[in-house]
């Protein structure tokens, strides 16, 4: 298994690109959809409640970054997770937050959301 200090600097981009893909909300609720089984575009608007426009944008975008595949019939397309690697990816983050949530729970703490970059001058 490929670690991250092993990786040249070329390959680190690519890494990079592919959590940028991962970046958006909308795309993590494409997502956990998909973890179930293929869908349509029209089928994954309805459950994330969001336009088959901007769903078609998020799973583009996704298949670029070869995370979701393509397939036409008929008039639909379909989209399936082509990478196992990003529902284990996500299960593991989800389980993180999930547990962060849960301690500042039962700690009586807030949720610490964080700070948004500063602008630069």
């Known amino acids: 298994m490929a670690s991250l200090e092993k990786l040249p600097p ?3 981009e690519h890494v990079a690109n592919y959590f940028r893909a991962l970046s958006e909300a909308t795309r993590l609720r494409i997502l956990s959809n ?3 089984g293929e869908m349509s575009v029209g089928e994954i608007a309805e459950k994330v409640e969001s336009s088959t426009a901007n769903v078609s944008r998020h799973l ?3 298949a ?3 995370l979701v595949a393509r397939e036409s019939r008929g008039n639909s397309a379909y989209y399936r997770i082509v990478d196992p690697a990003v529902q284990e990816l996500c299960d593991l983050v989800c389980g993180s937050i999930a547990r962060r949530f849960d301690q500042a729970a039962s700690t009586g703490a807030a949720f610490v959301k ?3 970059p500063s602008a630069k001058l």
């Open 10 to 12: 070329e390959a680190l």
């Open 34 to 36: 998909l973890g179930t």
């Open 60 to 62: 583009a975008q996704m």
């Open 64 to 66: 670029q970054h070869g």
């Open 114 to 116: 964080s700070a948004p």
